[in-house]
């Protein structure tokens, strides 16, 4: 379908370029952990971990981590993070489905989720899914893609041509959270601008990791005809992204079972 095979190309250019990230960066992360109350010896999951920056920061605060993706070669490339950040034997990564994950009932103090849902069309079922490898009182925290306003059809046409991703208005996102089963609900709200958009990018992933994504994506545009085609379909103009951070930004949520 039309719809899948956009997401497909939108990550797979983050795949080659082993690059991922999150709205807000690494200060999200950081208050999504304080909100979950995460510390040194807590079980979490990180679902969708991408290169698995979170994952590893959590194993350097002394938690014990798993972490998913749906990609094969994304969950390659966090292995590689974490034998950069010397966390390798503190991680245990998994190739999995955020609505089918391999783990028993109640078994992590906390599941976090870093703008990976919006990628879901089954939302709820996921949703459901975190919430039953929860222990009764652990947390799941959540930060995700909303509107902030009313987009308009172009807006919304511009998001789906680029990365084919689901935003939801942040009383939508409340709503499935609690009747996931989940109470105790805490939002905090941000708008999204350019330029924040690009510090928050830079602070997570960092300046080497960047230059070195851009060299593989570079490469693998010379040799791959197809993978030309298919980055070249899914690129924003500027008119475009700029409309978009009109009305667009993230919230954090975290919630206790």
Not at 152 to 170: I, M
């Amino acid at each position: 379908m039309e719809q899948e095979e956009l997401v497909v190309d939108y990550l797979r250019t983050q795949s080659e370029a082993g690059i991922t990230k999150h709205l807000g960066g690494s200060g999200a992360t950081k208050e999504l952990i304080e909100l979950c109350r995460i510390g040194k010896g807590k079980y979490v999951l990180d679902v969708g971990c991408g290169i698995g920056i979170t994952a590893s920061l959590l194993a350097k605060k002394g938690c014990r981590v798993a972490a998913v993706d749906i990609s094969e070669k994304m969950v390659y490339w966090a292995k590689e993070t974490a034998k950069e950040e010397k966390v390798q034997d503190m991680v245990e990564f998994f190739v999995a489905d955020a609505k089918d994950l391999p783990f028993e009932d109640n078994t992590f103090d906390a599941v976090i989720c870093e703008s990976v849902l919006a990628f879901v069309a089954d939302k709820k079922k996921a949703l459901e899914e975190f919430v039953r490898v929860t222990k009764p009182g652990g947390y799941v925290g959540l930060n995700e893609s909303i509107w902030l306003e009313k987009p308009t059809k172009e807006v919304v046409e511009y998001f789906f041509r680029f990365n084919a991703s689901t935003f939801l208005y942040s009383d939508e996102w409340v709503k499935m959270l609690k009747e996931s089963g989940l109470h105790d609900v805490v939002i905090r709200k941000y708008r999204l601008t350019a330029m924040k958009e690009f510090i928050d990018r830079m602070t997570l992933i960092g300046f080497r990791r960047v230059i070195r994504g851009w060299v593989r994506v570079i490469s693998k545009l010379i040799s791959d005809a197809e993978f030309r085609k298919a980055l070249k379909g899914s690129l924003p103009t500027s008119g475009d992204a700029a409309d978009f951070m009109k009305y667009t930004g993230y919230a954090i949520y975290a919630a206790r079972k």
